[in-house]
């Protein structure tokens, strides 16, 4: 699920049927949004949200669209609007008040706060990292990333990139040495014709996708080479409305938590209400059915077994990495290295206790 910039999902099979749709869908979200008055510092009715979506429809999704579908947004006394992707990031639609939340992940988020953003995470998505470094399964000659010193990486142009790449080779114990062509979503497609070594696919959607296609991915996970962890999706709040609007704030996530839930407890229920909601958009079925099956068993649920919370341990792990990295660029251009206080960048406050 290759995101905008960093981690959204691009499958082949689901773009061209949700842009078919994108134009009249965020001209419809635009114009509700300019009479409903509820962005942050609106003087209209704050029971509308707008929730800016980082790509097409995909399981990183599932429990906005389950909410809505279940009517539990509804119940809430809410009006929610999932805006669809439209080339311009969640962060910037959520700082800027154009949406009052949006799909983040904490990768981007720390760097868009670290510039300024007016953003607060309010919900963790997935618990880990599900992004991991991929070559082809058929490279025997790759058997840890630190076989990947001298070999060429496809990346997507995130900032910060390649230092992540160069900790892991470095942790499994290579010089981190590598050349990088930044394709995009066209990674794959390089990876596959043997024009790139290595990328980092999303392990529940495009290596599944990569299985059914019939050319497997053999993957390495960060942490196993010493790389902290992180909340590779994340629900986030403009700041300002969060303030201004705490029950409304509390009635969303508490909403989109249950969706959530519910596509971890019952991952072939949560698959198929996300189909439903978005009916001709999946061309593989099996495809949203299997990630779906996955998030369940590894990413949606914390070492507790609950939905949604976070530490400001996985916060000042990862995002301090970024911070000591030098690659995040303040307000001003110039890069920031002073680590802020990372308990100020997330709340479990919204939250339903022990969900």
């Not at 842009?19 to 001209?27: E, I, K, P, R």
């Not at 990088?180 to 070594?197: I, N």
């Not at 999303?202 to 050319?215: D, N, Y």
């Not at 099996?286 to 590894?298: C, H, I, N, T």
């Amino acid at each position: 699920m290759r995101r905008h910039l960093f981690s959204a999902r691009s499958s082949r099979s689901t773009v061209m049927v949700a842009v078919l749709g994108a134009l009249s869908l965020v001209l419809a979200g635009c114009g509700a949004s300019s009479g409903s008055g509820g962005g942050a510092g609106g003087s209209g009715d704050p029971a509308t949200i707008r929730v800016a979506l980082d790509w097409t429809p995909n399981t990183n999704h599932t429990g906005l669209f389950v909410a809505q579908q279940m009517g539990w947004f509804r119940d809430a006394g809410l009006n929610v609007e999932l805006l669809p992707y439209n080339q311009t990031s969640p962060d910037t639609l959520v700082g800027s008040g154009a949406a009052e939340f949006g799909v983040s992940f904490q990768d981007s988020f720390t760097y868009s706060k670290g510039s300024g953003a007016d953003i607060t995470s309010v919900m963790a998505v997935l618990q880990h990292w599900a992004t991991e470094v991929a070559v082809k399964a058929d490279r025997a000659d790759i058997t840890s990333p630190k076989d990947l010193d001298g070999k060429t990486y496809a990346g997507f142009g995130g900032p910060g990139e390649q230092e992540k790449m160069r900790a892991i080779i470095r942790g499994a114990g290579g010089r981190g040495d590598f050349s990088t062509v930044t394709l995009g979503t066209s990674a794959y497609e390089a990876l596959y014709a043997g024009q790139a070594d290595f990328t980092e696919p999303f392990v529940a959607w495009e290596g599944i996708e990569a299985q059914l296609r019939g050319e497997p991915l053999k993957t390495f996970a960060y942490t196993d080479y010493g790389f902290p962890d992180a909340y590779n999706v994340l629900l986030m709040g403009n700041s300002t409305w969060l303030r201004d609007h705490p029950d409304q704030a509390r009635r969303f996530v508490q909403a989109a938590q249950r969706g959530y839930k519910l596509g971890a407890d019952d991952p072939a229920k949560g698959a198929q209400l996300l189909k439903d909601a978005n009916p001709g958009a999946f061309t593989e079925p099996a495809l949203v059915d299997r990630s779906q099956q996955m998030l369940a068993e590894r990413y949606l649920k914390d070492a507790q077994g609950r939905v949604g919370p976070q530490t400001l341990a996985q916060w000042a792990g990862f995002s301090g990495f970024v911070y000591d990295s030098g690659s995040v660029v303040g307000q001003d251009g110039a890069p920031v290295t002073t680590r802020p206080d990372f308990s100020t960048w997330f709340t479990n406050d919204y939250l339903t206790p022990a969900a």
